[in-house]
Nanobody, 122 residues
Framework: QVQLVESGGGLVQAGGSLRLSCAAP????????MGWFRQAPGKEREFVAA????????SYAPFVKSRFTISRDTAKNTAYLQMNSLKPEDTAVYYC???????????????WGQGTQVTVSS
């Protein structure tokens, strides 16, 4: 069973930056795609970014527009989401997921963390 733990969320002003981390302590991490999704109040969970198991392929949602960068450190069993130029509309709970397929569909990620809140003030 893969257990994921997100951290790094918080309150930041528009234009600021945050780096989210997703740790998989003791879990099988190296063979999974890692993905970040987010869910704002009253909205469905949406794809943000994903990185394939070996780290050579990444995928981003169109709204990211080079503001966010996903990466992973297999030795540390940790994935990261560097978020720059944050906007108020980026406010959401951000979830880390793990799954066998390189995908942007949430149902392809059977393992999830508890989420971390990101709030961007205007």
């Amino acid at each position: 069973q893969v257990q994921l733990v997100e951290s790094g969320g918080g309150l930041v002003q528009a234009g600021g930056s945050l780096r989210l981390s997703c740790a998989a302590p003791g879990g099988t991490f190296s063979s999974y795609t890692m993905g970040w999704f987010r869910q704002a109040p009253g909205k469905e969970r949406e794809f943000v970014a994903a990185v394939r198991w070996e780290g050579r392929a990444t995928s981003y949602a169109p709204f990211v527009k080079s503001r966010f960068t996903i990466s992973r450190d297999t030795a540390k069993n940790t994935a990261y989401l560097q978020m720059n130029s944050l906007k108020p509309e980026d406010t959401a709970v951000y979830y880390c997921g793990a799954g066998p397929a390189f995908s942007s569909v949430s149902s392809d990620f059977p393992f999830w963390g508890q989420g971390t809140q990101v709030t961007v003030s205007s």
